[in-house]
């Protein structure tokens, strides 16, 4: 069993910033991806930002030189660093974790932004 844990969102006005963090435990896999994905009210949850054990990362267009994604391999944990928000950026927004054993998800957090 895998546990991840988020934290960090909030409200904000548009421009400004915040970073999420996502630590997992429980019995896991050195090999993995690990990602944030984002639901809107009313869309399709989809991918914000991933990143493998190797550090290699891959972007949604929306977000691309607006957030970063990274990793600390030895906290077990994942950030978000979202800068120059807009309203549309608003929604719960997941860390998943998966390899060819699992695929979790932690329970979700708001952000919210204003503008």
């Known amino acids: 069993q895998v546990q991840l844990v988020e934290s960090g969102g909030g409200l904000v006005q548009a421009g400004g910033s915040l970073r999420l963090s996502c630590t997992a435990s429980g019995r896991l896999l050195s090999t993995n991806v690990k990602g944030w994905y984002r639901q809107a009210p009313g869309e399709q949850r989809e991918l914000v930002a991933a990143i493998t054990s190797a550090g290699s990362t891959n972007y949604a267009d929306s977000v691309s030189g607006r957030f970063t994604i990274w990793r600390d391999n030895a906290k077990n944990t994942v950030y978000l660093q979202m800068n120059s928000l807009k309203p549309e950026d608003t929604a719960v927004y997941y860390c998943?974790?998966?390899?060819?054993?699992?695929?979790?998800w932690g329970q979700g957090t708001q952000v919210t932004v204003s503008s």
């Open positions: 998943n974790e998966k390899t060819w054993a699992y695929d979790y």
